[in-house]
């Protein structure tokens, strides 16, 4: 016979088991005493946080047999145990995730008047009820409005944001928190001493950071530890089954940020990529250890860190190293590239990583550049609206092993000038920036806004927006055809104009020499000669130098 899983055998029995939901099981147990109950109560939070464990506690408690109200649940008497048992018919559990129809919500409706079997009260659970169908929510609706007085209903969802107002607005409602990893850790350990297994703390601590305040994950990962059979469960037998990696490597990493320790930082990664570890866990881990950094940086409170005395130590030390404006860029290219995981690069699964390090670990932008936007005091993406035109005030001078073009006014061939560009549309593209960003994650999609991230300044030259970028990655996903047209779309769509965006690298010169003219039905027209076609229509002439 297969043995019984942890989580089904340590499921709490009685509200004194429930762990870390005391605001939740003292607020039922004065109800209960007092005899102010409701028809109708909405448990939501998190999963594996103990609502459904909570409403059959509270179905135990209301048709509890003992005469001491303070007693109850006794889980001795027969109702308590058929409850316990799962074999008491006036307790009716309905999965909404597959029982979501109107249908099954008409069922309930024509069965409810019937009295409880054997009960006081007939308990409906209904679980993941945010799955619910519309119509269904509507024909609930009615039975939650005037139920039969027998009738007890508990709602429990993940997501009650997607139950209806005019349900939730009938239930009383209470919300689960997820519990603190170290009142996992205790339960734990209760477990373990009932079990007669051991296990290191250090252990214990990483799968209950890893169960994100499920105790029901919590106990499934135990479970799964414990199956190999080591005397002792170790940490290292944690990190090699979970595919984490240990928190002393990630510091070594965050120290090559700090230290802008690129070739350091390559290495190690690489280094763990072919240790085997699992590349979203090893970004999850990376983002909660530089929020950790950040946390001291900023709140100056490690103690309420969750971590050993000499990993406080090191993460206090690169919290001085560390400013948070490199950390706050850190943690924003670290999520960036967790949301792109799954587009893994064949041969380079853990490239978005990697480039997050190389964003995060170089200088945002050229020291010249970033003089100017600490001047301006302005973001770095739209440093240049400013600058742009007073670098163009001087003659544009080629680069070398480069074919030589300029912009020159009509008036004079001598000394090339190009066209000024509007102010006002420049000023009205530099105070969209954060909302094209919105929208491209909207319609472009996460890899799009995650490389408009990487856009370090802006030149805005007639209708034609250029953005340039840091790298070249980033710059040549936005260029892609199809890429470019959304986010052409985006920018049209604030701007209330059609615009061209054009995409380049930091530092690259906006004008390039187009190819030999050509008839333009020969051929479609480029993006450069587009773009020097729009100059000549702000009044400029191009002239081949040399």
């Known amino acids: 016979m297969a043995s019984q899983a942890l989580y089904r055998k340590w499921r709490s029995q009685d509200f004194d088991e429930i762990v870390g939901q005391e605001h939740v099981t003292v607020t039922l147990r004065n109800a209960l005493r007092d005899g102010r109950l409701s028809h109708a109560y909405l448990f939501a939070g998190a999963r594996g946080t103990g609502k459904t464990s909570t409403a059959r506690i509270l179905a135990k408690a209301l048709n509890c047999l003992t005469e001491d109200p303070h007693g109850r649940p006794c889980n001795q008497c027969r109702i308590c145990t058929a409850i316990t048992e799962g074999r008491l ?65 508990v709602l429990a969802t993940t997501e009650a944001d997607r139950v209806p107002e005019t349900v939730r607005s009938r239930c009383q409602r209470h ?132 971590l050993s005395q000499d990993m406080i130590a090191v993460v206090t030390r690169q919290a001085h190293a560390l400013t948070p404006a490199v950390l706050l860029r850190a943690l924003r290219e670290f999520m960036d590239a967790r949301a792109v995981l799954r587009d893994q690069v064949p041969g380079a699964p853990q490239l978005p990583i990697e480039l997050a390090f190389l964003r995060s670990a170089l200088p945002s932008e050229p020291p010249a550049a970033r003089g100017t936007a600490a001047e301006q005091g302005q973001p770095a993406p739209v440093a240049a609206a400013t600058a742009v035109a007073a670098a163009r005030s001087e003659p544009a001078r080629p680069a070398p092993d480069a074919p030589r073009a300029a912009v020159a006014g009509r008036e004079s061939d001598a000394r090339p000038q190009p066209a000024a560009p509007d102010a006002e549309f420049s000023k009205t593209v530099q105070a969209s920036w954060d909302r094209v960003l919105g929208l491209a994650g909207k319609r472009c999609g996460m890899k799009v806004q995650a490389a408009l991230r990487a856009v370090r300044e802006i030149e805005v030259i007639g209708d034609t927006i250029i953005l340039q970028f840091s790298h070249a990655f980033a710059r040549d996903l936005v260029g892609q055809g199809e890429n470019r047209l959304q986010v052409e779309a985006v920018w049209s769509e604030l701007l209330k104009r059609n615009v061209h965006v054009r995409c380049s690298l930091l530092g690259e010169a906006a004008v390039a020499v187009a190819a030999a003219p050509q008839p333009a039905s020969a051929r479609p027209e480029s993006d450069d000669e587009m773009f020097l076609r729009g100059a000549r229509d702000l009044g400029a002439v191009v002239k081949r130098l040399g």
């Open 175 to 306: 919300d689960f928190r997820r519990i603190p990893t170290g009142e996992i850790v205790q339960h734990l350990i209760q477990v373990l001493q009932s079990e007669g297994c051991q296990a290191a703390p250090e252990a214990l601590v990483a799968i209950a950071r890893r169960s994100t305040g499920s105790m029901r994950d919590a106990l499934s990962l135990l479970d799964q530890m414990l199956s190999y059979g080591d005397e002792v469960l170790s940490l290292a037998r944690v990190e090699s089954v979970l595919g984490l990696v240990d928190t002393q490597g990630i510091g070594r990493l965050v120290d090559c940020l700090a230290q802008s320790d690129v070739a350091g930082g390559l290495a190690l990664l690489n280094q763990l990529v072919a240790g085997g570890v699992e590349l979203g866990q090893l970004a999850d881990q990376i983002v909660a250890y530089l929020r950790a950094v950040l946390f001291v940086r900023v709140a100056n409170a490690a103690d309420q860190l969750d």
């Open 89 to 153: 018919l006036d307790l009716i559990e309905i999965d909404a995730a597959s029982n979501r129809g109107i249908d099954e919500i008409r069922d309930l409706r024509d069965k409810i008047g019937f009295r409880p079997n054997e009960a006081r009260y007939k308990v409906y659970v209904i679980d993941e009820v945010h799955m619910l169908t519309r119509e269904a929510f509507n024909a609930l609706l009615k039975t939650l409005e005037e139920p039969p007085s027998h009738v007890v209903f």
